[in-house]
């Protein structure tokens, strides 16, 4: 008599080796490769880390532009701030870091999350932080405005007020407000500092980024 395996059986048996071996977790790939990279450079405790999505990862001369400051970049492009939770510990705290920015909210937003439920998820990033290091300074970057996303205006700056608000309410929390630096006089994204995607920011706009940002490093 001949054994069979049922297909939902077989179903959870092919998740759970996925699982196991990390495949199939979305971004992890990437995680892993990044985290490597930074092993292999060598890091020190107490360094600054930058995360989130492509906004921060695109950045790459982050640590050009604040040579006097320990600084990793861990941020995985297309990241959800659900994502970078599940993330958190290969991505922040393994490093132990001594001030964290974090740049969520801005993907969440395009994909249809609900503006309470990128603020549970950052809320429990800043908690599980705290929880491990107390004395760890979490700044959160506002949403920025972009073209190709302008459409959703009302939704960006709904949840940056509620980051604002709840930076103001929350102990060792900052906000990083990078969105309006980046409007124009008719208070609409400036053109010349995004490229051809009208998304991701080039070399022009991550140079008013580190006007926002110096006062905080």
């Not at 006097?68 to 132990?96: I, K």
């Not at 949840?159 to 969105?179: F, K, P, S």
């Amino acid at each position: 008599m001949k054994n069979h395996i049922s297909p939902t059986l077989l179903f959870l048996l092919v998740f759970t080796l996925q699982f196991t071996y990390g495949q199939g977790i979305p971004f992890q790939e990437e995680v892993n490769r990044r985290a490597k990279e930074i092993d292999d450079a060598g890091w020190k405790s107490g360094s600054v880390v930058f995360t989130g999505s492509s906004s921060v990862r695109m950045w790459k001369n982050l640590q050009e532009q604040f040579p006097d400051v320990a600084l990793l970049n861990t941020a995985f492009g297309g990241s959800q701030a659900h994502q970078l939770l599940m993330h958190l510990d290969e991505t922040v705290l393994r490093y132990e870091p001594s001030k964290v920015f974090i740049y969520e909210g801005d993907n969440d937003i395009n994909a249809g999350q609900e503006i309470s439920d990128i603020m549970v998820n950052l809320d429990e990033i800043v908690t599980r932080i705290h929880a491990e290091y107390p004395e760890t300074t979490v700044n959160l970057i506002t949403a920025k405005p972009s073209p190709s996303r302008w459409h959703k205006k009302d939704s960006y700056l709904a949840l940056n007020d509620l980051i604002r608000q709840y930076a103001t309410t929350h102990e060792g929390v900052h906000i990083v407000n990078v969105w309006d630096i980046m409007l124009d006089d008719t208070g609409k994204p400036r053109a010349d500092i995004f490229l051809e995607d009208d998304l991701h920011m080039n070399e022009k706009g991550y140079e008013l980024w580190k006007e926002i940002f110096t006062s905080f490093l």
